[in-house]
């Protein structure tokens, strides 16, 4: 019996670590699928590997970059990682030397996001990527107000988040580039050690950045004549590219500066074959923004060796890929201009709007009701103005009205507008001009369109000075003033007394009265009457319905 109960115990016994072990292995398993669920939503460490090896390949083969990147693009959703993706996408195009498909990339990137809604490392990347797009089309006073706007953010050189720090770097990187195109190479070169400064972080994109900073800062030794210094710093840079994970476009770049060195010494030789070693590393692969400096470099080289073959050769394909490549940086420009008057506002110095929004708001609230207050007082002001000149027009309609109609002549002297003004010409030819004025009014040749003071004193035999004056004086405006009032005074009579107008177009109107255009006669009948024609018809229209 005691045998059996001892035999049952180790039985329970089994069983029960038998279960622990199964919910042991199961607790295990379960805890698991958690971490790999929960790794997987945070997946910024796995996509920050992803993107530096999509930056990697910038360097390697721009196609090979763009492949890899857009395959990332569609597997991944993130509107974030899908930004950082296409500014990588746009760079490698511009190194391509197509601008136009970069900016494409780029209009692309900023028509699907919310900039504010973002963080701030992406909205710091979207303007660095826009200082870049300038620069790559030649634009480098643009990129470079962009980029002090952005390098005066206290928040953007803090130097706590490595990501910020690398855009912060390739920031003063890009600014030294723009001072070394004005020929400021000391603020080049100090660029460029703030640009090390923030290019701490162990890997690869800053690795290859610090390398490039290498190759510029040589660049503008040499422009400042520390020709051995500079070729010093070329060497032991190309070495460093060499081993540098199949970096092509290093490679050539550090060639193709250190040719320079060669080719300030005289020694035209060495300095081709420098160059022909830097073209081997990128023959095939199209860094055709490179490429063009390298062919340019060559042509020279060999020229002056007095190689002709090769120099017609190198010539000649920098002169094709030249031409390219204006043209496409020339679309580019048109663009990327276009791209920008409907979103700069986006794009530029968000940061500091964002701090001054409060005060930009209540600027903007204080500028509205200013701007409103004048408005309305030049309505006002402008209606005003436009009412005394319609109550004028009409009571001069009702004095001529009174005048048609035979009223006493001391009436008719009691209303007349205008004073005579002295004038040279005798009192009995001033008569006889005016006479025949008056004739001339009641035949209404004023409504011809071809009338001028010159076929006026033609027709009545009048000298054309005398005219003039006689007009002036007794009119109280010169010849266009007196006949596009007569034509305007006729034409709204005829709308006044005759229905049938109030149904023609006003175009049919204006050519009626001798008016050249549409536009001359709306203009000169709100001149005279203070109102447009459409107006004073509905006026019109209205007066007769009541």
């Keep these: 019996m005691r045998t059996d109960h001892n035999e049952a115990v180790r039985k329970n016994k089994k069983k029960s670590l038998f279960y622990q072990n199964t919910l042991g292995k199961n607790i295990k398993f379960l805890f698991i699928i958690l971490c790999s669920v929960f790794i997987k939503g945070q997946s910024g460490p796995d996509f920050s590997i992803l993107a530096d090896k999509a930056f990697q390949k910038l ?29 990588i996408i746009s760079q490698a195009y511009a190194m391509k030397g197509d601008y136009v498909q970069s900016v494409n990339i780029y209009s692309q990137k900023e028509d699907s996001r919310e900039k504010e809604k973002l963080s701030y490392f992406l909205q710091i990347a979207g303007d660095y990527n826009l200082a870049d797009q300038y620069q790559n089309l030649d634009l480098y006073n643009q990129s470079q107000q962009i980029i002090s706007s952005l390098l005066a953010d206290y928040k953007l050189l803090k130097g706590d988040n490595p990501e910020i720090n690398v855009i912060t770097g390739k920031l003063y ?40 900073n290498r190759i510029f800062r040589a660049s503008f030794l040499m422009k ?184 006493p002549k001391e009436t008719a002297a009691a209303i007349k507008p205008l004073e005579k003004d002295p004038n040279k010409i005798s009192k009995e030819k001033e008569d006889e001009i005016l006479q025949k004025l008056e004739d001339w009014e009641k035949q209404q040749r004023y409504l011809d369109k071809s009338m001028t003071l010159s076929m006026l004193s033609s027709q009545m035999g009048v000298n054309t000075k005398y005219l003039s004056e006689v007009i002036n004086s007794s009119k109280g405006k010169n010849f266009n003033g007196y006949i596009n009032e007569l034509r305007i005074n006729h034409i709204a009579r005829l709308l006044k007394t005759d229905p049938a107008y109030l149904n023609y177009k006003v175009s049919y109107l204006a050519e009626y009265s001798g008016f050249s255009s549409h536009s001359a006669f709306t203009t000169v009948f709100k001149s005279v009457t203070g109102m447009s024609p459409n107006v004073y018809i509905q006026k019109i229209s209205k007066n007769r319905t009541l």
């Design 224 to 407: 400042q004549n520390k020709l051995e210094e500079a070729k010093i710093i070329l060497e032991t840079t190309a070495v460093m590219a060499e081993k540098s994970k199949d970096y092509h476009f290093l490679q050539a770049l550090a060639y193709e500066n250190l040719s320079r060195y060669y080719f300030l010494k005289e020694d035209y030789s060495t300095a081709a074959g420098v160059l022909e070693k830097g073209l081997l590393k990128i023959e095939n692969i199209p860094y055709n923004s490179l490429k063009i400096k390298i062919y340019e470099s060559l042509s020279k080289n060999y020229f002056a060796l007095r190689n002709d073959e090769k120099y017609h050769q190198y010539n000649k394909l920098y002169t094709e890929l030249r031409t390219k490549i204006d043209s496409n940086t020339k679309e580019g420009i048109r663009y990327i201009v276009k791209l920008v008057e409907t979103n700069q506002n986006n794009n530029l110095e968000f940061q500091k709007q964002k701090q001054l929004k409060k005060t930009g708001l209540i600027s903007a609230g204080f500028l509205i009701i200013i701007i409103g207050l004048l408005a309305y007082f030049l309505f006002l002001k402008s209606s005003h103005k436009d009412l005394k000149k319609q109550s004028e027009f009409f009571e001069k309609q009702k004095k001529q009205e009174l005048a048609s109609q035979n009223i």
């Design 59 to 87: 360097y390697q083969n721009p196609d090979e970059c763009i492949n890899y990147s857009q395959s990332l693009l569609i597997s991944d959703q993130n509107p974030e990682h899908r930004i950082v993706l296409q500014n």
């Design 173 to 212: 990187q890009l600014q030294a580039l723009n001072s070394g195109i004005n020929r400021n190479y000391d603020d080049a070169l100090k660029n460029l050690i703030k640009s090390d400064h923030y290019l701490s972080f162990n890997n690869q994109e800053n690795h290859i950045l610090k390398i490039e």
